[in-house]
């Protein structure tokens, strides 16, 4: 295989980023030709790091926080400075950038790191590119260059992507798989039969995750179930617009390892996705975690989330375009109870999904994409 060296640009910021890499390099663990290069920052945690480290090769640049576009900008000169002692890589690949300060650098930088592909993860859709006319600029210059390729997580953003950017060949904007799904679940096993079910919502806590209606719910009617919210806040302004969460007893206010929350998500029967504010072309990290629980999901009918759930079969949908209290109250009273046949469906569309994106099936179209 080519020389590919994989850059994380954001492995100190708080959430997926590093645990999303970390997945990734123990999926492609025994793929000879690839290494990795991340951001650290002098007072974080070297825990992740290590962990990194166990598994594959890492060399890391300094940062002074964990800010996209100052990662971006330090690892193209940490690979200036590799070039200029003749450590070259025929793929750069991003895991995630500031794609804008990319665009706007690339073509000083090529002149002395020339690899044969750059590329790009990209999260999000074109809308806070093309708000701006140099910004829009910038990127069509940058995705019209050969080497160049920008990867999106679902086919939906693929889809907002090429109807932004219709100049560019379609072969600069593509879809690449995630690599979350990568360990045994055996140790999953349904939950037992029971009358009161447990709902969680599990990750970062933000204002646009339905928590100030879907709390109140929950403690105005005990019979819908037992709830719980576990996780942290990424900003004081969130911490203070939902500080009603510290009344509640079912709140879990910590920064969870990843095994800490995989354990929670499995003490609950359903984990909870109902987003106010959510680009729902996005994938999620929920869902997955959800995968590996052995669980269902309460989502929206709409966008990637959607379209996976009606797929699959692994969770029930809200219509997204009746989100009314009353209607998800209803919901949620006539949900599946473990050990009922209707649940035991659920959990068969859980292994449905969790088969259909799970590294043994993704592994090579993720290689090929490197490679190709």
Same mark, same amino acid.
């Given at each position: ?31 000879? *030709? ?82 044969? &592909? ?196 692994? *969770? ?35 292994? &449905?999904? &969790? ?7 993704? &592994? ?9």
């Amino acid at each position: 295989m080519d020389d590919i060296v994989i850059i994380q640009p954001w492995f100190t910021a708080v959430g997926h980023p590093a645990q999303s890499l970390i997945n990734t390099a123990r999926a492609l663990r025994k793929t000879k *030709g690839l290494r990795y290069l991340v951001s650290r920052e002098a007072d974080h945690p070297i825990l992740q790091l290590g962990t990194l480290q166990q598994i594959t090769e890492v060399e890391s640049f300094k940062v002074r926080s964990p800010s996209l576009r100052e990662g971006t900008l330090q690892a193209l000169f940490k690979l200036y400075s590799q070039a200029r002692k003749g450590q070259r890589a025929n793929h750069i690949f991003f895991f995630d950038a500031h794609l804008v300060l990319l665009a706007a650098c690339w073509s000083i930088f090529n002149l002395s790191l020339k690899p044969r &592909r750059i590329s790009l993860i990209y999260l999000m859709g074109p809308e806070r590119v093309t708000r701006s006319r140099t910004a829009t600029w910038l990127v069509k210059r940058f995705l019209a260059r050969q080497e160049v390729v920008l990867y999106v997580r679902t086919e939906e953003l693929v889809a907002a992507w090429h109807e932004a950017f219709p100049m560019i060949n379609d072969s600069h904007i593509r879809h690449m798989p995630s690599l979350e799904l990568t360990e045994d679940y055996s140790a999953n096993a349904p939950p037992a039969a029971t009358s009161q079910l447990k709902f969680g919502i599990i990750g970062q806590i933000r204002h646009g995750k339905g928590l100030d209606w879907l709390v109140p719910m929950f403690q105005a009617d005990p019979t819908l179930g037992k709830l719980a919210v576990a996780g942290s806040f990424n900003n004081a302004k969130d911490a203070d617009a939902l500080a009603f969460l510290n009344s509640f007893d079912g709140y879990r206010n910590e920064y969870m390892s990843d095994e800490t929350m995989l354990i929670i998500a499995r003490e609950q029967h359903y984990l909870l996705m109902l987003y106010d504010i959510w680009d729902a072309r996005m994938e999620s990290a929920v869902l997955y975690l959800a995968a590996r629980a052995g669980r269902p999901v309460i989502a929206y009918d709409e966008g990637w989330c959607g379209r996976q759930v009606s797929k699959y079969g692994n *969770g029930m949908l809200v219509n997204s375009k009746q989100t009314d209290i009353a209607s998800v109250e209803s919901l949620i009273k006539s949900l599946p109870r473990p050990g009922s046949e209707e649940y035991a469906s659920l959990l068969e569309g859980v292994v &449905r999904f &969790r088969n259909a994106h799970s590294v043994e099936n993704l &592994r090579e179209k993720y290689l090929q994409e490197l490679v190709n």
